[in-house]
T-cell receptor
Framework: KAGVTQTPRYLIKTRGQQVTLSCSPI?????VSWYQQTPGQGLQFLFE???????NKGNFPGRFSGRQFSNSRSEMNVSTLELGDSALYLC????????????FGQGTRLTVV | EDQVTQSPEALRLQEGESSSLNCSYT??????LFWYRQDPGKGPEFLFT???AGEEKEKERLKATLTKKESFLHITAPKPEDSATYLC?????????????FGTGTSLTVIP
């Protein structure tokens, strides 16, 4: 059974640019959630999608947005990148109820220069 | 303010030396407490979910317990392969839906 796939694994962007990250959940999973992980702040919840609808949202500015497609694949977009957005972005998928047993991908390492 | 605190930040154990990791939380509307293991360069790996005070779950050398204010992850006779960062997370009900709060983790090193 394939795991959660995140692409790309590594990304370098310039301040002010925008970026789109992709997450393919485990087959049959309908919930996808996104997290930002930094050495200083640890893991922080960004948002969660279920059946193409954003169900929950963390305390991040509107520059961070996402969407989910009918096949449950999800994308996260960050506009007007700032140096502080450099982080490991993780996505997790679960079958139904939020995070009952979530499986994480390996993450996308974003560096903003 | 909703918060999750893990202690200690780092722990070094001899192989076979049992110990406990602590996760204390101050959230209202607790919906669940989660333990994850994270190896360097990888995403977190789910270990346990606990929903109510008094609940306990076990998996191999790990046992998680929950009270109204904290959770413990007990590691019995650890092996070097148990070395990892252990993360605790809390799901809380807030007015906008559900929120997740993660602790900053305990880095465990088991020395052969």
């Amino acid at each position: 059974k394939a795991g959660v796939t995140q692409t790309p694994r590594y990304l370098i962007k310039t301040r002010g640019q925008q970026v789109t990250l992709s997450c393919s959940p485990i087959s049959g999973h309908r919930s996808v959630s996104w997290y930002q992980q930094t050495p200083g702040q640890g893991l922080q919840f960004l948002f969660e999608y279920f059946s193409e609808t954003q169900r929950n949202k963390g305390n991040f500015p509107g520059r961070f947005s996402g969407r989910q497609f009918s096949n449950s694949r999800s994308e996260m977009n960050v506009s007007t990148l700032e140096l502080g957005d450099s982080a490991l972005y993780l996505c997790a998928s679960s079958w139904g109820a939020l995070n009952t047993e979530a499986f994480f991908g390996q993450g996308t390492r974003l560096t903003v220069v | 303010e909703d918060q999750v605190t893990q202690s200690p930040e780092a722990l070094r154990l001899q192989e076979g030396e049992s110990s406990s990791l602590n996760c204390s939380y101050t959230v209202s509307g607790l919906r669940g407490l989660f333990w994850y293991r994270q190896d360097p360069g990888k995403g977190p790996e789910f270990l346990f979910t606990l929903y109510s005070a008094g609940e306990e779950k076990e998996k191999e050398r790990l046992k998680a317990t929950l009270t109204k204010k904290e959770s413990f992850l007990h590691i019995t006779a650890p092996k070097p392969e148990d070395s990892a960062t252990y993360l605790c997370a809390v799901q809380a009900r807030v007015h906008t839906g559900n929120q997740f709060y993660f602790g900053t983790g305990t880095s465990l090193t088991v020395i052969p």
